[in-house]
């Protein structure tokens, strides 16, 4: 009933830029936070950076002053603008809808995207 595509991934040099893009479909009512996670070959998935219905914004420190996520409710969509990407950044990022509430729906739900390479690289 759901489905999230993630599109914006991609080779880059150090210091480079990428802008993450996270768009929804479906009969969606509202959506409490959206959330972008990321999982590098031998380490955990981490939680990036997230935004919330109101506006709200949390950061990883590994990222704060170089990543900014923003939301689009009319669109239904969330971003990611990555600024001075480093080596580091290199990782599978996913998009995360959480606290989603459906039309004719009594609770809510989480749904995920299906996951863009970003390679920062030289």
């Known amino acids: 009933q759901v489905q999230l595509v993630e599109s914006g991934g991609g080779l880059v040099q150090p210091g480079g830029s990428l802008s993450l893009s996270c768009a929804a479909s479906g009969s969606i009512f509202s959506i409490n936070v959206m959330v972008w996670y990321r999982h590098a070959p031998g380490k955990h998935r981490e939680l990036v950076a997230a935004i919330t219905s109101g506006g709200s914004t949390n950061y990883a420190d590994s990222v704060k002053g170089r990543f900014t996520i923003s939301r689009d409710n009319a669109k239904i969509t969330v971003y990611l603008q990555m600024n001075s990407l480093e080596p580091k950044d290199t990782a599978v990022y996913y998009c995360?809808?959480?606290?989603?509430?459906?039309?004719?729906?009594?609770?809510?739900?989480?749904?995920w995207g299906q996951g863009t390479q970003v390679t920062v690289s030289s």
């Open positions: 995360n809808m959480a606290g989603v509430r459906l039309m004719n729906r009594r609770r809510d739900y989480d749904y």
